[in-house]
C-alpha cells in the first residue's frame, strides 16, 4: 500500500476528486492548509496599503491505495490540479506499512 499526499489550489478540488473517483478511489481526506513553496507568499493591496501574505492558503488530499493504482493516481492529480501557474502543488508518494479498520479490524488492502 502506498500514501498520496497532494497539495494543490483549492479551487481545484473537486476536478482531483472526481478524477480520482473515476479510478475507484473511495475514499481521502482533504485538509485546508497554508504554506509556501519557491512562490514564497504573495502581495495583496487592501485600502490602499500593500501587504506581504507569507502563507498561501492550499488544499492538501490524503489517499491510501494499492501499490498498483498509484502511477494512475498521480497521473490524475497532476493533469486535473494542473493550471500552468505558479503555486500549481506538489505529490508526495509514501509507503504504508499496514491499515486497521477500527470498526471491523479489517487489516491491509481490506480497511482501505
Request: hydrophobic residues 40%.
Amino acid at each position: 500500500m502506498k500514501k498520496v499526499e497532494a497539495i494543490i489550489k483549492p479551487f481545484k478540488l473537486d476536478d482531483v476528486k472526481e478524477g480520482l473517483s473515476q479510478l475507484g478511489v473511495r475514499g481521502l481526506t482533504v485538509t485546508e492548509v497554508k504554506g509556501f513553496g519557491r512562490q514564497r507568499g504573495h502581495r495583496e493591496i487592501y485600502r490602499g496599503a500593500e501587504y506581504q501574505i507569507d502563507f498561501v492558503a492550499k488544499t492538501k488530499i490524503e489517499v491510501v491505495m494499492e501499490a498498483s493504482l498509484v502511477p494512475e493516481a498521480v497521473k490524475v492529480i497532476q493533469e486535473r490540479a494542473h493550471t500552468g501557474e505558479i503555486g500549481d502543488g506538489k505529490i508526495f508518494v509514501l509507503p504504508v506499512e499496514d491499515a486497521i479498520r477500527i470498526r471491523t479490524g479489517e487489516t491491509g488492502k481490506d480497511a482501505i
